[in-house]
């Protein structure tokens, strides 16, 4: 495997209207130190594959809107890496952009694409697992996931059915995907989880970029054209006009949809460093450090008094004092303040309207 | 009476820590809008004294920390009648140095004394006994006080007992004084307020400047000369330096106990005008309008759910979603947060420190 052909692909278009007030449609939860380590999320993603792949190899796609906050969050990689939407298609167009771009550049190229607001704890040995599938697919012509081992019956992860029984010839921890499961209700959930081929879908892929190109050829002609038809602007001062012009006409969809649950053969690497979409204040509640009466306190100056089982995440705030709570979300920033008990988090977004 | 006699002394020079963080030594509660009702507590002080006297006599007694404030506050007032204390000394010192002062102006100055971070519901009816007190010492070398009709057992306030069996032959609704109660403990408030001679003692207090003067020489020698001595400098350029020279040196004491305590004859006029000292989260949880819950909402953009006899204080928030709380002070400030039972509010200096 050369690593010069190595490239990296952070998705980070989301909005994390989830995460309200920390996250914002101005500024979402990737761009945001949520840990409160001094990195944001996307900068803790751009971090996780260092010595993976050369820096001008690393690619944002991202909305025109947050282009700006991109460049400051990560100043090593090109401007010209950071491909703008003008609108949200979901996953599939994003990638089918981004792909494209990079096959103009480098045909060769293999790529991982990943989500830009996830954490990984164990970063060497998710460093060990992408190199691990690099190589393989820098030999093969083929779509590897990976599958992170399950810890709960969750219903919000769609679930990777794996076939255990055959590892492929040239990886070993290399298996085929029987079938993508959607995010199942309480009881399937629990069925997979008492198996052991079942998966959380991460939303990392790793494909050498023709092999991608190709499954849109087959899977998805219609946006495969839009974006074929654009092959002579990639890399020139007409690209933007073009990409604003075509993309807005792909089909909103997601790469999950239009590819994985279509193609045949596709691949799974069973993975564990622990790994947390952050896709909720309780994820986040769970997979930060806790002091001794469960609260996770990510601000500068945080007091708390018979207080238990709290998340307090108020980094704009000079001074928190908190007495008396159990079991709250208390998040403040840009003057907006939010107190809610744990929960009731889901009615976050109906708070936030 | 004539009403170009007639003075008003703000003392403004309090600290508020127990409404910490909506009120902090750099901004105390009286230059506050703590009611959200666009005025501060100062303003709305001098704003119930219109028309009782010329705005050119109307006096602020406060720390030179906030001479800015009050100048920005109350921009109608002279400059020079806002008074500097160099340090903090009680009210006696502060109410002898801006007795003097006046004294130097007008020596037939009839005077009413307050504090500046109270509150009155029924200012008409405030108005009216104002003048009423001020009628009679107009015409009598006497030191009135207003007594507010207790509502409940109050521990927090000192008591006046009235004599209520004659009233003064010029005006009848004043009554000679008993006697100054300290602050009662429980059972002692609970005996006073099944009587109905008893009245707290707001701190507001009406007399001749020359009175008052007088009571100082007999009862305050020491204090007394301090004040007697720089008589040449006031309303010269020399005042604050000769204030900063000498005014440390008085004794630190109230004006209950250096002199409303040791005078033989005082006067009360029991009134019922809607008075609250705002000392505590609770008392103005208390005074003011609450939702049907009994919550209180002071800020721009409030919004509760499921959540009853809380006091939201965060006027420089610009949204704020509360779910789920019961009996709690929200406060915010200056990137300042306190969450806290209101039961447990006696805990704010400990929790600000």
Known sequence: ???????????AGGIGSRFWPMSTPECPKQFIDVLGCGRTLLQLTADRFKGLCPVENIWVVTSENYAAIVKEQLPEIPESNILKEPCRRNTAPCIAYVSWRIKKNNPRANVVVTPSDHIVMNVPEFQRVVLSALSFTAENDAIVTLGMKPTRPETGFGYIQADLSVA???????????????????????????????FWNAGIFIWRVSTIVNA????????????????DVYGTDGEQTAINREFPLCESISVDYAI???????????????????GTWGALHEQVGKDIYGNVCIGSDIRLFETRDCIIHTT??????????????VAEKNNTLLICKLSEEQRIKQFSE
């Open 168 to 198: 492929s010839a040239r990886n070993k921890e290399i298996f085929r995907v029987d079938s993508f499961k959607e995010k199942p209700d309480l009881e399937t959930a629990q069925k997979y989880i008492r198996r052991n081929n079942y």
């Open 1 to 11: 495997m050369e690593a010069s052909n190595n490239h990296l692909v952070i998705m």
């Open 260 to 278: 994985m649950e279509k193609v045949e053969e596709i691949f799974v690497v069973p993975a564990d460093f622990g790994w947390s979409d952050l």
């Open 216 to 231: 849109f050829r087959v899977y998805q002609p219609g946006i495969s054209k839009i974006f074929e038809n654009m092959m």
């Open 316 to 329: 704009q705030e000079k001074k928190v004092v908190v007495q008396g709570l159990n079991g709250y979300i």
